[in-house]
């Protein structure tokens, strides 16, 4: 039994009320505030596998140790799978007397016609190896246009879905930001390391040059195509574009996961009809009997990104074997992977630096 004075106060905050003001109060609906889950800033911790807590400035860059280790780790088994040296590249299947080919490499590392392995007819018997045209989906057309540019940005695409049916403009920003910086990576990567570099490869190749392979060439083919230094354009593509935009996306969306309010927002007229049916009690007003709930984080949506990227990472590094193992040379690849480090270096100094000038760059991008 509550104390008289307790009572009193109560009757004396209700009298003071008027109905109207009552059923006022009551067919205003609550505002809906966006749902931050815990843990939200920068310096949240996470339990590492070991159990060990980490920070998640440790955890996105042992993401990106972990990316350029098995990055390197690829390229290098490729490199031993291609030994003896060779370098394949595609010519007229016709050409190749007396064989059935439905396809017809030719290694341009031999020195004639005559040497091991200096030609490989795939017809229905020969499946294996260089021959092999099975792929996963999406394997072959990483890289065309337009599924090189449009692939990597899958996880910014799904975020930008799911923060415009929530309405918020300041992740949305962010996101705009990033998508520049993305854009402007792959143009980078197209127009200079790709189309500017392969005029430099164009002038420094010598025109007089003869080979032993040249009427065994295609018709779009250049003068003993395959036989000067190329760097591996697809390692530059795989290793600069596809998978450090995709990576340091999918780490943001890890970060900050994609979330969905429980329903939208209803219209006056909607919540009028809903608290008179309800006995002129708010629905989206909390009460003792049924507690308001936040917006719950929707963590499919991240898991969908996370496999969607390791599904990625699992074509593109099987793309950057093959290239390793039959169709350039060791130095080639390699190179090829330096040259990616231009732009998937500064991309990971971005997201992990801890440097203040960095930091403030970074937060204009990532919003942190």
């Not at 280790?69 to 490729?78: H, N």
């Not at 790709?194 to 018709?219: I, K, P």
Request: proline share 8%; hydrophobic share 40%.
């Amino acid at each position: 039994m509550p104390p008289r004075e307790a009572v009193d106060e109560r009757l004396e905050v209700v009298v003071s009320e008027s109905p109207i003001a009552v059923r006022r109060r009551r067919l205003t609906p609550t505002p809906y505030t966006e749902y931050n889950p815990p843990f939200s800033d920068s310096k949240r911790l996470r339990r590492s596998l070991t159990g060990d807590m980490v920070t998640t400035a440790e955890w996105v860059q042992r993401s990106w140790q972990l990316h350029f280790g098995v990055s390197l780790s690829v390229l290098t088994f490729g490199y031993f799978a291609n030994q003896p040296a060779s370098k394949y590249i595609p010519i007229d299947p016709t050409l190749l007397v007396g064989q059935e080919c439905e396809r017809a490499f030719l290694n341009v590392l031999s020195s004639s016609l005559e040497d091991p392995f200096s030609t490989v007819c795939c017809s229905a018997v020969n499946i294996h190896g260089i021959c092999n045209k099975t792929t996963l989906p999406l394997g072959s057309r990483l890289s065309r246009f337009p599924e090189a540019w449009l692939i990597p940005l899958f996880p910014l695409i799904l975020s930008w879905c799911v923060n415009r049916w929530n309405n918020t403009i300041q992740n949305n920003q962010t996101m705009i930001r990033r998508l520049v910086l993305y854009i402007t990576i792959m143009l980078i990567r197209g127009v200079i390391l790709y189309r500017g570099m392969n005029q430099m490869e164009t002038y420094f190749h010598s025109t007089d040059a003869s080979c032993w392979y040249q009427e065994y060439l295609r018709e779009d083919q250049s003068t003993c195509y395959g036989r000067s230094f190329d760097f591996s354009d697809h390692v530059v593509l795989y290793m600069a574009q596809i998978l450090p935009i995709c990576l340091a996306e999918t780490l943001e969306c890890i970060q900050q996961p994609p979330t969905l309010p429980p329903r939208r927002i209803m219209s006056t007229q909607t919540m009028t009809l809903l608290t008179s049916m309800n006995g002129g009690i708010n629905p989206d007003e909390e009460t003792p009997s049924s507690p308001k709930k936040k917006c719950p984080t929707v963590r499919p949506l991240s898991v969908v990104i996370v496999f969607g990227t390791l599904y990625l990472y699992l074509i593109t590094l099987w793309g950057s074997y093959r290239t390793t193992a039959y169709f350039h040379t060791g130095p080639e690849v390699f190179i090829g992977f330096a040259v990616s480090l231009l732009l998937q270096w500064p991309l990971y100094r971005l997201q992990c630096s801890e440097q203040p000038f960095i930091r403030h760059v970074q937060e204009w991008f990532f919003g942190k």
